[in-house]
């Protein structure tokens, strides 16, 4: 079963410096997975980090890098990972084509139409 979509691929539709956020986030948690009594200050500084803001949010569990609630939204939701066998493949090609072949996005980028022709 080869997959459609996944987390990486996601979090790669983002800028460098929030791709490199998500990195340093996911070794955050795997140094504190495997020395769970290691300090944000230790963490830090194991990952080469000066600012120490960063890992103190991420240690107190208020702050994660946007990509990485952009996965666990579509997660939650059960919209990631999309393999080639999911069912609601036809679905969602049937609302990119009405959207893109007889519809659009405004150019203001914050809404999308369909033309209903009855």
């Known amino acids: 079963m080869r997959e459609i979509l996944t987390k990486q691929q996601v979090i790669n539709t983002y800028n460098g410096v929030q791709q490199e956020q998500c990195k340093l986030y996911y070794a ?7 020395n769970p009594g290691f300090g944000y200050k230790r963490i830090s500084k194991l990952l080469g980090q000066k600012n120490l803001a960063k890992t103190r949010w991420w240690n107190c569990g208020r702050y994660t890098p946007f990509p990485i609630e952009v996965v ?45 022709l009855s």
């Open 28 to 34: 955050y948690k795997e140094i504190k997975k495997q």
């Open 72 to 116: 666990n939204f579509l997660e939650e939701r059960g919209l990631l990972s999309l393999n080639e066998n999911d069912s609601r493949l036809r679905l969602i090609a049937k609302i990119l084509g009405c959207t893109f072949g007889d519809g659009g996005i405004y150019a203001t980028l914050n809404a999308i139409f369909c033309l209903v």
